[in-house]
Structure formats: structure tokens, C-alpha cells
């Protein structure tokens, strides 16, 4: 750890932590809200809203406390990244619940679930790492976890994306390739999810680098 004459403002730690929470409590609201019977996701995904809502006062709250702070426990440029990649995450998660209300998606593929459950994991994993940045350590495992995520969701997608296109369900009708489109829609989405925590990590990476 670098030697530091002048004091930093620690509050940011704290600040990346509630972030992170959001992140907890948005996966575990879009798993609950793909679990649900459709007439029931409506009231999760309005929840999901509330959430996201949260998640961009955090990060308005960091970027003002970043505004008013001369000297931040790490560069400033990652602290803005960081928020912004964090923020990406939610924002994906709430989109891909208000798109399967919206589009009053009834079936969700084994795949979408499975996409959300790695969301879930990376949200929990970034929520255990922020802490970690306060004194640089055991952070390794986390971009290394992250990353591995990521490659196992680009699997999922991929698989899932073969299945649609070439199942016999979506080769009858006009209809059953508006349904392809709409789970097409959602599944994009999850992914840009996954690589928004892929890059929530790399920023830790890039962090650990330079502080240490």
C-alpha cells in the first residue's frame, strides 16, 4: 500500500458498499420476478423500479461527495467509473424485468434463469469485495470470479440464442417469431448485465494496481 501524507475521505467506501447492496437487492428481485406467475411480475417489476431509483441516488450521492472531496482514498476517474459500471448493472437488471412485463412474456426459458442466477452471484461477489477496498486486500479472487462469471454467461447466451433460433417453436408463425424477438430483447439485455459486472470488476483491478 502506497504511504500517504494527507488524509483521505474514507466515506466513499461506504458509499460503493450501499451501491452494491442495490445490485444484491435488484438480482434478487429480477429472480423473484421470473419465478413469479405473470400476473404477479407487475408488482416486481415496479419494485425492481424503486430499486434502480435507489441505486442512481447512490450514485448521485458519490459523484457530489467526489465533486466536494479534494483528496479520495483512490484515483478519481476509477471512482466515477466504478459508480458508472455499477450503475449499468442495475439499469440492465430493472430493463430486463420491465421488458418481460411489458412485453407480457409468459414462458422464461431455463436459460434466462440461469443467466439471472450468475447475475446474482457476481451482485453478492461485488458486494463482499467493496469493503476490500479500504485496505487492498483479497481482491483477486473477486475480478478472477467475475470474469469467470462473465465467460460462463457468454455460454449461456450463446446456448440460449441457438435453442431460440432453432427450435420449431418459432418456425409456425408470425406470432411465435414476435415471442423470439421479445425473449430475444431480454436475453441481450441479462448479458449487458454480465459484462456491466465484468467491467465493475476490471475497475477493481485497475484500482488494486495502481493503490498497491
Known amino acids: 500500500m502506497r504511504f500517504r501524507l494527507t488524509p483521505r475521505d474514507v466515506t466513499f467506501f461506504d458509499l460503493f458498499g450501499a451501491f452494491a447492496q442495490h445490485l444484491v437487492d435488484g438480482a434478487d428481485l429480477l429472480a423473484q420476478l421470473i419465478g413469479a406467475e405473470p400476473p404477479d411480475r407487475s408488482a416486481h417489476a415496479a419494485r425492481l423500479r424503486e430499486i434502480e431509483q435507489d441505486a442512481d441516488d447512490a450514485k448521485a450521492t458519490i459523484m457530489n461527495r ?64 467493496m469493503p476490500k477496498l479500504r485496505t487492498m486486500t483479497d481482491l483477486k479472487p473477486y475480478w478472477v470470479e467475475i470474469n469467470r462469471l462473465e465467460s460462463e454467461a457468454n455460454r449461456t447466451y450463446r446456448a440460449l440464442l441457438a435453442h431460440l433460433f432453432g427450435s420449431p417453436q418459432f418456425q409456425r408463425s408470425p406470432a411465435d417469431v414476435v415471442e423470439l424477438i421479445k425473449l430475444k430483447n431480454v436475453v441481450d439485455v441479462l448479458e449487458q448485465a454480465s459484462d456491466a459486472f465484468e467491467r465493475v470488476g476490471n475497475v477493481v483491478q485497475t484500482i488494486y494496481v495502481k493503490e498497491t
Not at 78 to 87: C, E, G, R, V, W
Not at 91 to 102: F, K, L, N, T
Open 66 to 129: 467526489l465533486n466536494q472531496t479534494f483528496v479520495t482514498p483512490f484515483d478519481r476517474d476509477d471512482i466515477y467509473t466504478l459508480a458508472a459500471a455499477m450503475d449499468d448493472c442495475i439499469d440492465a437488471m430493472e430493463a430486463a424485468g420491465d421488458i418481460i412485463v411489458r412485453y407480457q412474456i409468459v414462458d422464461i426459458p431455463d436459460g434466462v434463469v440461469t443467466m439471472v442466477a450468475t447475475l446474482q452471484r457476481a451482485a453478492e461477489l461485488t458486494l463482499a469485495a
